[in-house]
């Protein structure tokens, strides 16, 4: 549903992120590749455009007496600064080719949901999908752009990983993924009779005074003991990517016959993440600039001996839930708003911050790519809070979704930028 190789990621809806790699929640705190930030990208750099009519919108401003209200509706903790679209840097020059495939996934929830989206979601029907200037249009026509007012946060990047594996267990593919246990017992926490937005992930357990519930037992616990026997969904050949895919929280498993599935998060074990990245830094097993997932990799085929004892570091274990039926073969994973996810133009977000569902304009850096990803390249874009992620938190906090596969993954992992966040909020 701030996690996915997610290296989303906890995308990861999909998610934990996700290998919401974020490959470096994962790793190091965020991203496999530390680079330098430049600092220009939050100037007002924006071109003007000649459009008279698309002009009286841009100049129009929304009344800051709305700040509040509009806090409270669309960004609970978040401190909102008006702005005008002539403001937004790369606006006039956005390119909304693949935005409208975007909205109208988000539209299939929203409209649902809220009132307001209800009625700009009619409206849009009658757009020419066609016409970037019309869609450009749509936008400063049906909405008022609110800065989020906090300081630059980091921006990293998650992707689906695409895998081998096999519905039963062999010798080559020997590391089990689960689906949901019968014996996870998931309630929200209350305070002073009121919930909270903790949870409790339990199990019960017998004793001599009768049943008695306790917290639901840790990956070392787990993979010690048999008591997920029968739960397994897929297998996979390799341990590492068998972990990396619980952070990420989705990704695709291509079978022996040439068919796949898709996994999906379902649920959780309820232990905090821990990087098991920094704890090889911490322990002075990996320099802060090799603990990327080839440096684990590596160091793992030098201590094939500890694997158990590094990947027991993170007692958190995601279960997952076979969403092949659900999703058309050529749609991204499910993120938390429950619409499959577009590249370049869905981003996991904080929902203190950012209610789901908001288009927002993401102000940062896109590393360069030589791939066919290369026309995800432009940092100023419109994207979609579409997905979360456990290590997605703060104000202008994002995680974006780079797609499916090998090239995705390299892009995602050289994700990590400072980035602010202007919400449009329905007017």
């Not at 002539?86 to 009132?115: I, P, R, T, Y």
């Not at 450009?136 to 909405?143: Q, S, T």
């Not at 780079?402 to 980035?419: E, H, I, L, V």
């Amino acid at each position: 549903m701030s996690n996915f190789f997610l290296l989303k990621f906890q995308k990861l809806k999909l998610t934990e992120k996700i290998f919401t790699i974020f490959f470096s929640s994962i790793l190091i705190g965020c991203s496999f590749n530390k680079q330098k930030s430049p600092a220009p990208i939050f100037k007002n750099e924006a071109k003007t455009t000649t459009n008279k009519e698309s002009l009286n919108y841009k100049t129009k401003k929304p009344p800051a007496t709305q700040e509040t209200a509009l806090s409270l509706i669309w960004s609970k903790k978040g401190k909102l600064l008006p702005k005008t679209f002539s403001e937004l840097s790369g606006w006039a020059d956005e390119d909304f080719s693949d935005v409208w495939q975007a909205w109208e996934k988000n539209c299939d929830v929203m409209s649902k949901k809220k009132l307001l989206f209800k009625k700009i979601c009619k409206k849009s029907k009658k757009i020419n999908f066609s016409s970037q200037e019309e869609i450009k249009l749509f936008f400063e026509k049906n909405f008022n752009p609110y800065q989020i007012d906090f300081s630059p946060n980091t921006i990293t990047g998650y992707y689906e990983p695409i895998l081998k594996g096999s519905l039963k267990r062999s010798k080559r593919f020997s590391y089990p993924l689960y689906k949901k246990p019968d014996d996870l017992i998931i309630k929200r926490i209350t305070k002073n009779g009121q919930p909270t937005e903790k949870w409790f992930h339990g199990k019960k357990i017998k004793t001599k005074n009768g049943l008695k519930i306790i917290p639901y037992p840790s990956r070392k616990e787990l993979s010690s003991s048999n008591s997920l026997k029968g739960f397994e969904i897929v297998y996979l050949d390799n341990a590492i990517d068998a972990f990396f895919l619980q952070i990420q929280g989705s990704g695709r498993i291509e079978l022996q016959d040439k068919s796949s599935i898709r996994l999906g998060y379902s649920a959780s074990n309820g232990h905090p993440y821990r990087s098991i990245g920094s704890w090889l830094i911490k322990n002075n097993e990996l320099s802060a600039s090799s603990a990327s997932m080839k440096g684990i990799k590596n160091w793992l085929k030098k201590n094939p001996s500890r694997q158990s004892e590094l990947l027991n570091q993170n007692p958190r274990i995601i279960f997952f839930q076979d969403l092949t039926k659900k999703i058309k073969i050529n749609d991204g994973p499910i993120g938390s708003l429950g619409v499959p996810l577009t590249a370049g133009r869905s981003i996991a977000v904080d929902t203190n911050y950012v209610s789901l569902g908001l288009p927002v304009f993401l102000s940062t850096v896109i590393p360069k790519s030589k791939t066919i990803l290369k026309k995800i390249s432009s940092g100023n874009r419109l994207v979609f809070a579409q997905d979360t992620g456990k290590a997605i938190r703060g104000p202008n906090r994002g995680d974006l979704y780079f797609g499916s596969g090998k090239d995705a993954g390299n892009q995602a992992g050289r994700m990590k930028y400072p980035g602010i966040m202007t919400i449009f909020v329905p007017n």
